[in-house]
């Protein structure tokens, strides 16, 4: 134990060399079998240090030995002794987390929701259930128990939050959890709703965490626990005596820290929740319809008038935290969809809309920003869209459901937004400054312009209206805080209303100003200018007007991205690279240099934002590899300045380039196909980057790689057999991968595909290569099919490569009778011609080879015969000389894409699925990282990670079959013989058969066994073999 808590002292140490000492102690040490319950200990005494180090310790040590949920095989062969300290790791910790001070009841319970995530779906932890039942029964004496027992019970049901599978251990697991505490949790929260208004904010906490088991519980689908019209009546009256109660006057109300803020933010969150999924109710069957019906017609009117009263309070200037200010514009979005809510609501639509209005305008804690510090002034308003958490989000999407939803508002809605611009009088905001509310005044109307631009589509003339007569004039404002957003409506405003012929002129010569304001004094303003022409020259009318600009653009931009992290500023150099390639090649170098220099600065960064934009960054820097391209010497002139930023990556934690690793590649192609000629330092980035690669879990990036990998290994053989090393980097990733028989048939496709290259391009000159990998494409047991083929090429392939070195190696290995059985087997499974072309080759190598490579072996079992009658089958088949023998087993058209209709569409879900899955990756990193903790202090939202996965199947088993249909479908869509990944030999195959063929029926290698073999052959193969060796006859 000392030992331990003198290790975690040295980990919690801010000097970094005793900090790297104690973690290296703690590795060590945690490989002791009491060491979890040691942690343990130390948690529970009063060293607040230790204490806190030692629960960090135990989530990481939790999070590896727990790190998978274990098959039922897993279980059964697991030693007693692994058994027994799971056990005692588990007992040990429902001891300690009802003891543990408070300040470390978050992250010891998190450690437990991981063990839990794991036995509970397995039922393998039967105590912990009863401990969290028995300190929610009354009389609720141990208050701290009460309030552990809700914590845990909070982070449970966390972790099922997007369970959607109802035939699920995960989703039985949820309704059992339901039916254990909803009936205890109905008697608590009525308790604690009947006490005094001044109790303490203990009690007003631990109604929140209540609540928030509510929202966990039923975030996805409902339990039918509350199909039961009364008690779902019972929860909805829980809701409503919360949002009504008053948030008492004091010092903390005006922070949205305050417990009863929580409390409003998270019952409120609940409401918009169900609004939001029971705004049609047609999907839904049997009780969950019922319940959702009686919510819409029964409950959720009852919630108009809290809410109103809330937005009209903050209106009247009395705090309302954002994230509440959100949920209710939320609420209100989704009741303009029902039409007997709609019906409630269109009485108060005014005050709707004025509440918007307000929310909408910078506040004054912003201006004083904007004054004090532009730049965090800018990266605050850039991650607004972000956040998706403030009230300006909520109220801009609710007056874009407004004016989409209801035909009949959009122009009353643009006449109230053109009052924000005209009317005076005060916006109701603290402050007695009159040119402020002025100023609030019309950035709440520049605001909603924007918000209501893509629901104006049938008004595009009245916004070309606005635009010219009210946006225009405000990019010449005294005040930049206004120029700034007029520059961000124009923007917005501008791709619709260019199309209007009267707007023309004035539009024109607005793009002139947008170009001045990227040089205004302040920096708000030229971000917001630059991020204006990034969408101007989208339109032909506003491209014209930039094109002789843009060198000083992109000098601009790039200055903008040294000073400030954005994903938007550095997308608008894409934009302008994608747009203007003729122009930028000239500044390709400095933008390079400045882009590789952001983002090794913000890859280091551990906030989503940096990331973001440091992927911007990558994908910027290929726009201007392609842009470049065939300038004589400019793509060598950015290698160097590149392998900086590929030799950073490579020293990246592996999680971090996890993230990136998919735009290096897409880099590293666009770098390698435009260069002409290729050189040393090229193929050095292919190595780093393979280096980087081995050492990640994502295996799929191999496919990215394989264009360029061909291309290098085709036009730069010479080159490539310079630099062994790359080989050696291929050799090893294919022995590792193919050699794991539950690795994805996906996965190893890429590198398949790349050892076809080398075989093809490199003939005779990487025997190694060939020795090492025959083994492993003989031994492999391929799934989908078209991992199947490419087994049969790459056979095919080494025999064409050397089939003497082939011959031997399977010899050695003593796998040549499973080769030619396997390949035998194969031959009627090749749907294409460039596959049977191959074959015919590798087969007419092997029957040419000197009589002393074929084995007796082979010639005993009669394969060789074999192998002369498949060779002319298959030839045959090429040519169409043949039926299909196997078609009932196989329909052309499940391969043969290139002339369907739905190609464009799989490709569209294909994109679609890659956006959801980037964000599903996001979502995943924040769930399990640091929102695990800010589920207790309710830092997360959970209405807009909702809306992330919305309609979404998170079933693993599904993903990964599309995944390997899509992949089937890509490989057999490839053209035959211009397929990059696999290059053709400039061999003709027609002669290489004929030419064997007569050796063997008139010439050297004639002999008995192979003329007994012709003279079995079928009639139809027979008349084929005829008409080729004989075609005048």
């Known amino acids: 134990e000392d030992a331990v808590a003198a290790a975690l002292r040295q980990a919690a140490s801010k000097n970094e060399e ?3 000492s104690g973690e290296e102690a703690l590795k060590q040490l945690e490989l002791k079998a009491n060491y979890a319950a040691t942690l343990l200990r130390l948690v529970a005494k009063q060293d607040a240090a230790v204490a806190t180090q030692a629960c960090v310790a135990l989530r990481a040590w939790v999070s590896n030995f727990w790190d998978k949920r274990p098959t039922a095989e897993e279980v059964a062969q697991r030693h007693a002794e692994e058994v027994a300290q799971r056990q005692e790791v588990k007992s040990a910790m429902l001891e300690a987390v009802w003891v543990t001070p408070p300040s470390l009841t978050a992250p010891l319970t998190q450690a437990l929701a991981t063990i839990a995530d794991v036995e509970l779906p397995r039922g393998t932890w039967p105590e912990l259930l009863p401990a969290v039942v028995a300190r929610l029964r009354p009389p609720y004496s141990d208050q701290n128990g009460v309030r552990v027992a809700l914590v845990v019970l909070s982070c449970l049901t966390r972790l099922w939050l997007f369970c959607t599978d109802k035939e699920g251990d995960e989703y039985r697991v949820m309704q059992l959890l339901v039916s254990e505490t909803f009936p205890l949790l109905e008697q608590l929260i009525a308790a604690l709703q009947a006490r005094p208004a001044d109790e303490d904010e203990a009690k007003v906490e631990t109604e929140r965490l209540v609540f928030k088991t509510f929202q966990h519980c039923t975030n996805m689908n409902l339990p039918s626990y509350l199909f039961d019209i009364d008690i779902l009546a019972k929860w909805m009256g829980f809701h409503l005596v ?3 109660k008053s948030v008492p006057t ?10 009863w803020w929580k409390l409003q933010h998270t019952v409120w969150a609940i409401i918009a929740r169900w609004t939001t999924r029971f705004t049609g109710t047609h999907t839904l069957q049997n009780g969950a319809r019922a319940c959702a019906n009686s919510f819409t017609r029964v409950h959720a009117p009852s919630f108009i008038s809290p809410f109103l009263m809330l937005l009209g309070a903050n209106k009247q200037g009395q705090y309302v935290p954002p994230r509440v200010l959100n949920n209710l514009f939320l609420t209100a979005c989704s009741m303009c969809k029902v039409e007997s809510l709609y019906a409630l609501m269109k009485t108060h639509l005014d005050s709707l809309c004025g509440a918007s209005f307000h929310c909408l305008a910078f506040t004054s804690d912003e201006y004083a920003l904007y004054l004090e510090d532009p730049k965090e002034f800018c990266s605050q308003r850039l991650a607004d869209d972000l ?22 508002l959009r122009r009353p809605i643009l006449e109230d937004i053109i009052r924000q611009f005209t009317t005076d009088g005060a916006t109701g905001r603290d402050t007695k400054d009159g040119v402020v509310q002025e100023l609030q005044r019309k950035d709440a109307g520049l605001t909603a312009l924007i918000a209501v631009e893509k629901s104006m589509h049938k008004n595009t003339a009245m916004l070309a209206e606005v635009l010219v007569t009210q946006v225009i004039p405000e990019l010449d404002s005294p005040h930049g805080i206004l120029r700034a957003k007029a520059c961000e409506a124009f923007g917005a405003l501008f791709e619709n209303c260019s199309r209007v012929e ?15 304001l990227v040089e205004y004094k302040e920096l708000p303003v030229q971000v917001q200018a630059m991020l204006a022409i990034k969408r101007v020259v989208c339109v032909p009318l506003g491209e014209n007007s930039i094109f002789a600009h843009v060198p000083r653009l992109l000098e601009l931009a790039c200055g903008l991205v040294k000073e400030i992290d954005s994903d938007a500023v550095a997308m608008t150099i894409q934009t302008l690279v994608d747009k203007f390639p003729n122009a930028t090649k000239e500044n390709a170098l400095p933008v390079l240099i400045v882009l590789r220099d952001a983002f090794i600065r913000l890859s280091a960064a551990e906030n989503t934002e940096a990331v973001l934009t440091s992927i911007s960054c990558l994908e910027t820097l290929a726009t201007v590899v392609e842009a470049v391209a065939g300038t004589a010497g400019s793509i060598s002139a950015l290698v160097h300045p590149l392998a900086s930023l590929f030799h950073h990556v490579l020293q990246m934690d592996e999680d971090s380039r996890c993230d990136l690793m998919g735009e290096i590649c897409e880099l590293l192609t666009s770098i390698v196909l435009n260069s002409k000629p290729l050189t040393h330092e090229i193929l050095h980035l292919i190595v780093i980057t393979f280096s980087a690669l081995e050492d990640t879990e994502n295996n799929s990036l191999y496919s990215v790689l394989v264009e360029c990998f061909a291309h290098v290994v085709s036009q730069a053989t010479e080159l490539f057999l310079t630099q062994p090393v790359l080989l050696d980097k291929l050799t090893s990733s294919f022995v590792k991968l193919l050699s794991i028989e539950d690795e994805d048939d996906c996965d190893c496709v890429p590198l398949c595909e790349m050892a076809e290259c080398v075989l093809f391009c490199t003939k005779g000159r990487v025997d190694t290569f060939v020795e090492q990998i025959v083994p492993i494409v003989v031994t492999r047991h391929a799934q989908q099919h078209c991992l199947k083929i490419l087994l049969t090429q790459l056979k095919a392939e080494a025999l064409y490569y050397n089939p003497e070195l082939t011959l031997r190696c399977l010899a050695t290995h003593k796998l040549t009778l499973k080769f030619f059985a396997d390949l035998q087997d194969s031959l009627t499974d090749l749907p294409r011609a460039r596959d049977k072309k191959v074959v015919v080759l590798g087969l007419c190598s092997l029957l040419r080879a000197p009589p002393s490579a074929l084995t007796q072996a082979l010639h005993d079992a009669g394969i060789t015969r074999a192998l002369l009658s ?11 000389a043949l039926p299909d023998a196997d078609a009932d087993d196989f329909d052309p058209a499940d391969y043969e894409l290139a002339d369907m209709s739905g190609i464009d569409d799989s490709e569209d879900e294909e994109d679609d699925a890659g956006q959801v899955h980037e964000e599903e990756m996001k979502l995943d990193r924040e769930m399990k990282g640091k929102a695990n903790l800010e589920e207790v202090s309710d830092d997360a939202h959970l209405q807009d990670l909702e809306e992330l996965v919305q309609g979404h199947e998170y079933d693993t088993a599904e993903k990964a079959d599309a995944r390997r249909e899509e992949m089937e479908q890509d490989y057999f869509a490839m053209d035959d013989l211009h397929d990059h990944a696999t290059l053709f030999p400039q061999v003709d195959v027609d002669t290489v058969f004929v030419q064997t063929l007569r050796d ?13 073999a012709l003279e079995q052959l079928p009639q139809a193969e027979a008349n084929h073999l005829q008409q080729q060796l004989h075609p005048q006859q």
Do not use: D
């Open 18 to 20: 005793s900090k790297r």
């Open 242 to 244: 919360a949002v009504q």
């Open 250 to 259: 004091c010092p903390q109300a005006n922070g949205e820290g305050y417990c």
């Open 387 to 408: 956040l998706a958490r403030c009230a300006r989000t909520g109220s801009a999407k609710f007056l874009c459901e407004l004016a989409r939803s209801r035909a009949t």
């Open 502 to 516: 009267i707007a023309h002129k004035p539009l024109a010569g607005a793009v002139h100003k947008l170009l001045s």
């Open 870 to 880: 498949a060779v002319v089958a298959t030839h045959a088949s090429l040519h169409g």
């Open 1000 to 1012: 063997i029926t008139e010439g050297s290698l004639r002999c008995a066994e192979y003329s007994a």
